[in-house]
């Protein structure tokens, strides 16, 4: 089964620091990778997909396919992206398979 | 726009108790999926609908769980003699299109119904 591995259950950074969440996920010839987040109180929401390249809020993430990665950068952590981010990759039939997530922390 | 919404929100129920979870996915939504979610875990898939055609049940965790889409947009997800390791929270997405091939669509989740068997 396909395995989607989040090493750090909690990250935290002071603001203006720069993070990184790490995610590794199972070989996959043509992986299709996402990253989530939830914030407190709100629901699980999109942050971005590896098959559009594209920059939200100021995270990127690149699919190293040697490495099979997937992390999630910034350079200068808010205090406003403290939440749980998980990582996800699409399995062979439907379902995404998540991670357990990383609960980021940003401090003064 | 509204979006993926559930009710109820919260469930407490007896041991051995039936319960139904509703999910609404946004409207023109095909694809609908059901995760659930135990405390300090990521969402397991549980079960995928296009339309109202269950395409796969793999993650039902028992014959104790069932779930239906009887016309392709709410979506209720049963749960008969509840045991207490199925208390977590059971998340509903839907997703504008069908999911196949290398699609690359996101899914968008509804708030959550967190159950809770005593």
């Known amino acids: 089964a396909q395995r989607v591995t989040q090493p750090e259950k909690l990250l935290s950074v002071f603001k203006g620091a720069p993070v990184e969440l790490k995610c590794n996920y199972s070989y996959s010839g043509s992986p299709e990778l996402f990253w989530y987040v939830q914030y407190s109180r709100q629901r699980l929401q999109l942050l971005l997909r590896?098959?559009s390249r594209e920059s939200i809020k100021g995270f990127t993430a690149d699919l190293n396919k040697g490495e099979t990665s997937f992390h999630l950068k910034k350079p200068f952590a808010q205090e406003e992206d403290s939440a749980m981010y998980y990582c996800?990759?699409?399995?062979?039939?439907?379902?995404?398979?998540f991670g357990k997530g990383t609960s980021l922390l940003v401090t003064p | 726009g509204a979006g993926v919404s559930q009710s109820p929100r919260y469930k407490v129920a007896k041991r051995g108790q039936d319960v139904a979870l509703r999910c609404d996915p946004i409207?023109?939504?095909?694809?609908l999926f059901w995760y659930q979610q135990a405390l300090g875990q990521g969402p397991e898939f549980l079960t995928y609908f296009q339309n109202e055609a269950q395409l796969d049940k793999s993650g039902l965790p028992s014959d104790r769980f069932f779930a239906e889409r009887p016309e392709g947009s709410v979506s209720t997800l049963k749960i008969q003699r509840t045991q207490q390791e199925d208390s977590a929270v059971y998340l509903c997405?839907?997703?504008?299109?069908?999911?196949?091939?290398?699609?690359?669509?996101?899914?968008?989740f509804g708030p959550g119904t967190r159950l809770t068997v005593t």
């Open positions: 590896h098959i």
């Open positions: 996800a990759q699409r399995g062979a039939g439907y379902a995404l398979n």
């Open positions: 409207s023109g939504h095909v694809s």
């Open positions: 997405a839907s997703s504008p299109r069908w999911v196949g091939g290398q699609g690359g669509e996101g899914q968008y």
